[in-house]
T-cell receptor, first 113, second 109 residues
């Protein structure tokens, strides 16, 4: 009964490729997020969506494009991958008014070679 | 200056010890405060909220000092299972959390 799931768990790819990470939550939450955790373990928000609408868009290169087909899914597509994109990407969800209580997926470890 | 700063540790303590972590935040408009826990190679999970009056949850006590922009977490009677990274988290806007880089705790037998 996974609450927030992500696929794939590991992704190894070469520079210049395009890849996608999928996220699904079965908690009935309205808000979903993408975070990036770099090698220094710094966890930083990238995007948030509420009911399929983009709410937060941090300073992220436009090679990163989130897509929310419905409120239970938030996918992340990355174009022209670079070495610096190597990180763990976490999806999370929450429900108003307790948006501080975010439920994270297991993470996708992306390695760009 | 980072928005949320923590001592990275590691803090190596024996079972049964009491350990305290501190955190400072730079945005005086911060609205609410939390501690999350992240086990090695796992996702972060909410540990507890931090209230102005201080609050306790079992062996864990959290304190907030708004004037000094300072948050603390005290763990009493440490268990081996407490070994993890503890993330100080500040809520700036309705759904925007700012995470510290975490303090690593290692409890040894």
């Amino acid at each position: 009964d996974t609450a927030v799931s992500q696929t794939p768990k590991y992704l190894v790819t070469q520079m210049g490729n395009d890849k996608s990470i999928k996220c699904e939550q079965n908690l009935g939450h309205d808000t979903m997020y993408w975070y990036k955790q770099d090698s220094k373990k710094f966890l930083k928000i990238m995007f948030s969506y509420n009911n399929k609408e983009l709410i937060i868009n941090e300073t992220v290169p436009n090679r990163f494009s989130p897509k929310s087909p419905d409120k239970a899914h938030l996918n992340l597509h990355i174009n022209s991958l670079e070495l610096g994109d190597s990180a763990v990407y976490f999806c999370a969800s929450s429900q108003v008014p307790k948006n501080y209580e975010q439920y994270f997926g297991p993470g996708t470890r992306l390695t760009v070679t | 200056r980072k928005e949320v700063e923590q001592d990275p540790g590691p803090f190596n303590v024996p079972e049964g010890a009491t350990v305290a972590f501190n955190c400072t935040y730079s945005n005086s408009a911060s609205q609410s405060f939390f501690w999350y826990r992240q086990d090695c190679r796992k996702e972060p999970k909410l540990l507890m909220s931090v209230y102005s009056s201080g609050n306790e949850d079992g062996r864990f006590t959290a304190q907030l000092n708004r004037a000094s922009q300072y948050i603390s977490l005290l763990i009493r009677d440490s268990k081996l299972s407490d070994s993890a990274t503890y993330l100080c988290v500040v809520n700036i806007a309705t759904d925007k959390l700012i995470f510290g880089t975490g303090t690593r705790l290692q409890v040894f037998p």
